[in-house]
């Protein structure tokens, strides 16, 4: 008994630790652009004997933070801007652009913004960003941003803000996300329910290894003590 008791009680350990390193991530991306808040969850999963950790990203929207800035873009609504990176395409929620020496519209990391025909070139001039993604240099268009699509489950988050996708996104419907010129979105977090969780998980770890450190000495109790013979 006391040994299932030590597995089980280690297992809640390994939760535990698990839930704080997310938790603690949260709390230092508070003004990571877009960011989005991953969550854990204890889950019986198909053929697993224990309840195991799940963690899964919450994909809600952020609040909308006006900068004027005219390469701050950001998405209203449930959509993706799509960047190249050296590992392939990947979605990102918008944040801080910058126009690289080249001319192009890339994220604050250096990566190219693609339009519907590749990245877009939109140096020398007044840029204009219409709600369709339209990008207009001098009241010439440019190019469109490509905005998509693609289910929650099928995303995985990959640092700098991006996601990559496991099957290919789709096209957003006009009518369901509006491009913001101007506007940040901030990240999803909530600084004090992350502060609060945070306590909350350390003081959970501390109790199931104060119950491991219990059973251990009653472990050690049975074994040295219990039918010894003088």
Known sequence: MAIRGILNTARSLGYWLRSQEVAANNLANVNSDAFKVDR?????????????????????????????????????????????????????????????????????????VLGEKGPIVAAGGSIEVHGDGSVLVDGALVGRLRVVQAPAEQLRKEGYGRFQAAVAPQVAADDSVNVRQGVIEEPNVDPLIGMVDLVAIQRAYAANLDALRSMDGVLGTVVNQVGRVD
């Not at 195991?52 to 390469?71: E, F, I, K, N, S």
């Open 40 to 112: 854990i969850t204890a889950r019986q999963l198909p053929g697993e004997t224990f309840p195991q950790a799940v963690q899964r990203t919450d994909l809600r929207q952020g609040t909308l933070r006006d900068t004027h800035r005219p390469l701050d873009l950001a998405l209203d609504g449930n959509g993706f801007f799509v960047v190249d990176t050296p590992q392939g395409e990947r979605l990102s929620r918008g944040g801080s652009l910058q126009i690289d020496p080249s001319g192009r519209i890339t994220d604050s990391h250096g990566a190219p």
